[in-house]
């Protein structure tokens, strides 16, 4: 059963309108009323095909005012790399000693990780562990590459990674329900952008089908991305 907080938000929004992207905004964060601070999320249904390879949608973003939360950043690097990554920010860093301590014990203290190429073969022993959380390192989301202190700096910042998941929707956190408007909106309008120049040029007919924001436990609102 609903909650009756729910059910209370959810007569601000009129189902079958869709809002302007500064409307429905608004209307979301006077929808997340819950106690803590909840996140607002962005939910796009892409006309793509999920099951091509050619039709896949991926990358990464530094929102302009970050999503609100602060990640704990692993660096899997060796030798002088451990200095610059730890003088980044980098709350983990190891290398071979580290991947196997993480193989035995199955801790996992961090939200996100980066490696230098050459580390990469041996972080393949945690594939089991790291590969079902998403946490692989991966050149495709920035994660793997020579500049160590670059890596750790944006994800510290606040870079976050997206793809279309099975059925071919982007689901991602842009912002938080304490952020004022204007930061919310500036961080949608970076976000759809990149989706948009994202499209697979196989991809045909309407690329974005629709599109919808909420926050953690608020009600969906629908919007007019164009707005």
């Given at each position: 059963m609903p909650s009756k907080r729910f059910e209370e938000v959810t007569k601000l929004v009129d189902k079958d309108k869709t809002y302007s992207i500064a409307e429905g905004i608004a209307l979301c964060k006077k929808a997340a009323t819950a106690k803590y601070d909840e996140a607002i999320e962005l939910h796009v249904r892409l006309g793509v095909d999920p099951m091509k390879s050619d039709q896949q949608v991926r990358g990464t973003i530094a929102l302009p005012h970050g999503t609100g939360k602060t990640k704990r950043v692993a660096a899997f690097v060796q030798g002088e790399k451990e200095a610059e990554a730890k003088e980044a920010g980098a709350d983990i860093v190891g290398g071979e000693e580290l991947i196997a301590e993480i193989a035995q014990k199955g801790n996992i203290d961090f939200d996100v990780a980066v490696a230098t190429p050459a580390m990469m073969p041996k972080i393949a022993k945690l594939a089991r562990l790291l590969g079902p959380r998403g946490l692989m390192p991966n050149p495709k989301t920035d994660t793997v590459g020579p500049n160590v202190k670059k890596m750790v700096t944006e994800q510290k910042a606040g870079k976050e990674s997206f793809k279309n998941d099975k059925a071919g929707n982007i689901h991602q956190i842009?912002?938080?329900?304490?952020?004022?408007?204007?930061?919310?909106e500036e961080n949608f309008r970076a976000?759809?952008?990149?989706?948009?120049?994202l499209k697979p040029q196989a991809s045909k007919g309407i690329y974005i089908k629709n599109a919808s924001i909420c926050s953690t436990v608020g009600p969906g609102i629908k919007i007019d991305t164009a707005s």
């Open positions: 842009f912002g938080r329900a304490s952020f004022t408007e204007a930061q919310l976000l759809m952008e990149i989706i948009k120049r």
